[in-house]
């Protein structure tokens, strides 16, 4: 019997960094105490939005050691441990494992676009290399390699501590054929935040998001609501965040998830090439999306991203 990591939504967290590129931990603290305050019910760590491909391996460890110290149980960490080589995703899990993360979260191998059998085995090779739970990350818009249903049952057939998929494959069609053949033990989170509600009624148990990042209350009461039985009033929040949902990725994330926390003032610094500094018009939308949403942009910090010296 699978137990589910969590209920709700998990804030897929961004990686603050200093002026000069480098992590910023003291923020890291404050955005971790900044959605647990918000009712955030688990945090990735080194997901995409945490920018793990451009984290050094001593980085990517050190982020998710730091994540589990702070957040001291108070909710599960999941850990972003996913790549392309499966030597490298089981070097990362393994270390995952000892530095105390709750669960790991694998994205799809990305350039390599392996087949389906392929998937498998990278999967299922790794989730056996560690005792804790494991998420598969399906999302081929960025890996450019989909995992089908069938690939989903046979991998969690070899591995039992596979317990869930985030599915962002943004094909509904494809999470109602994926729900219609897995136990009811095995969880789906949506992994995008304009399907929340969606994905909940083919059966989901929550999101794990970049939306968060910016509104944790709120991502977390469209689950809430929701598995509560209020449907109406999920459905309205799910509604009411969609421009704000559509501006945050109207450049490629974490781009402008990072520069919404700035524009908040919550100082999540520059991203690392070759991410760049959000375009003006885009910028102007997004804080226009922001203000509307209700959010206050006052303390608007943003840095410039290209200078990025480390001296």
Known sequence: MRTPIFTGAAVALVTPMKANGEVNYEKLDELIEFQIAGGTDSIVACGTTGEASTLSHEEHLTVIKHTVE?????????????????????????????????????????????????????????????????????????????IQPQTVKEIARRASNVVAIK???????????????????????SGNDDQI??????????????????????????????????????????????????????????????????????NAGPLRLPLTEMEGSNADRLKASLEKYGIDCSKNQVIKFNDLSRD
């Open 167 to 189: 599915e962002a494959s943004g094909d509904i069609s494809q999470v109602a054929a994926l729900a219609s053949i897995m136990d009811d033990d095995f969880a789906i989170y």
């Open 70 to 146: 702070k957040v001291a149980g108070r909710v599960p960490v999941i850990a972003g441990t996913g790549s392309n080589s499966t030597e490298t995703a089981i070097y990362l899990s393994v270390e995952a494992e000892k530095a105390g993360a709750d669960a790991l979260l694998l994205v799809t191998p990305y350039y390599n676009k392996a087949t389906q059998k392929g998937l498998i085995e990278h999967f299922v090779k790794t989730a056996q290399a560690v005792k804790i739970p494991v998420i598969l990350y399906n999302v081929p818009g960025r890996t450019g390699c989909n």
């Open 197 to 266: 509600v969606p994905i909940l009624s083919l059966g989901g148990l929550g999101v794990i998001s970049v939306l968060s990042n910016v509104a944790p209350k709120e991502t977390h009461d469209i689950v809430d609501l929701y598995l509560k039985g209020d449907v109406k009033a999920s459905c309205k929040l799910q509604l009411e965040a969609i421009d704000l949902i559509k501006s945050l990725f109207c450049e490629v994330n974490p781009i402008p998830v990072k520069t919404a926390l700035n524009l908040m003032g919550m």
